[in-house]
C-alpha cells in the first residue's frame, strides 16, 4: 500500500493513523510513520497526537515527537512530565533566552549541538524564529537562518512582522537579501573549482548535493508580502 493510501485510513472516531499509535503508544509504529512524513500536529477532533500521548501519560511518545520538530501537547504540564521532557523545555527555553538577551555566541553553540531541531518550540508553540522576529533580534534571527532554523510549518510569516515599520521592513528585506546570495556562493565556488576537461575530470555528483543543499535553504528564506 502506497503511503498516500496510508495516510487517508481512519478509524470510525476519525483517527489516522498518526494519532492511533501516539494514543496507543506504539513507539516504533510512531518513529515510522515520522520517517515517511506523515503529520503530527494535525488535529482531529481537537487534539494532535502529542495531545492524546499526554493525556495517556505516554511521555516518550511526546519527547519523540517534540525532537522530531512537532509541537508540544496543549495541555503541556510541566509539573507532571519526566525529567527527559524538562530537559527538552529547558533547552528550548535557554535558546529562547539567548534571542532575547542577543548571546550570540552562546545561542551558535547552542544551536550547533542541537542540529536536528528546526524550530525549537516552547510551550506555548512559539518557534525560535518566531521569538527573534517579534523581539526584532535580527543578529539572533540571521544565526537560526544560517543554522538551518527555520520559521514553523504553521507560522505565517507575514502575520508576525504586519506591525514592522518601513525601516525595520527595510533591513529585513537587506538581510534576506544577504543571505540569499552567501547561500549560494559556496557551493557554486566550489564546483566551478573542481570542473574540468579531461581524463582526471572529477564526478559532479558529489558537488550536486551542495546545490541542493542551497537551494533547499533558499526556499526557506521567508518572503516579504
Same mark, same amino acid.
Do not use: I
Given at each position: 500500500m502506497k503511503n498516500e493510501e496510508i495516510k487517508k485510513f481512519s478509524d470510525n472516531r476519525g483517527y489516522k493513523l498518526q494519532h492511533l499509535a501516539a494514543e496507543k503508544n506504539h513507539l516504533e509504529a510512531v518513529n515510522e510513520l515520522i520517517?515517511?512524513?506523515?503529520e503530527f500536529d494535525d488535529k482531529i477532533d481537537g487534539k494532535t497526537p502529542a495531545d492524546l500521548a499526554f493525556d495517556n501519560k505516554h511521555y516518550n511518545i511526546v519527547l519523540n515527537l517534540l525532537k522530531a520538530n512537532f509541537k508540544f501537547p496543549r495541555n503541556y504540564d510541566n509539573?507532571? &512530565?519526566?525529567e527527559d521532557l524538562k530537559e527538552f523545555v529547558r533547552l528550548s527555553s535557554e535558546v529562547h533566552d539567548c534571542i532575547r538577551r542577543e548571546e550570540i555566541e552562546k545561542l551558535q553553540k547552542m544551536l550547533m549541538e542541537n542540529l536536528h531541531l528546526k524550530y525549537f518550540y516552547d510551550t506555548d508553540n512559539k518557534s525560535a524564529v518566531r521569538i527573534a522576529l517579534e523581539e526584532r533580534k535580527?543578529? &539572533?534571527?540571521?544565526?537560526?537562518?544560517t543554522n538551518?532554523?527555520?520559521i514553523s510549518r504553521t507560522e505565517e510569516f507575514n502575520d508576525i512582522i504586519e506591525h514592522f515599520s518601513d525601516d525595520e521592513r527595510r533591513d529585513?528585506?537587506?538581510?534576506?537579501?544577504?543571505?540569499?546570495?552567501? &547561500?549560494?556562493s559556496e557551493p557554486l565556488t566550489t564546483f566551478m573549482q573542481n570542473s574540468h576537461f579531461g581524463p582526471d575530470c572529477p564526478d559532479h555528483a558529489q558537488y550536486r548535493h551542495l546545490i541542493h543543499e542551497a537551494y533547499f535553504f533558499l526556499l526557506q528564506i521567508?518572503?516579504?508580502a
Open positions: 520517517t515517511r512524513g506523515f509539573e507532571v &512530565a519526566t535580527f543578529k &539572533a534571527y540571521e544565526v537560526l537562518l538551518q532554523v527555520y529585513l528585506r537587506d538581510l534576506h537579501t544577504k543571505l540569499s546570495k552567501s &547561500a549560494l521567508p518572503r516579504l
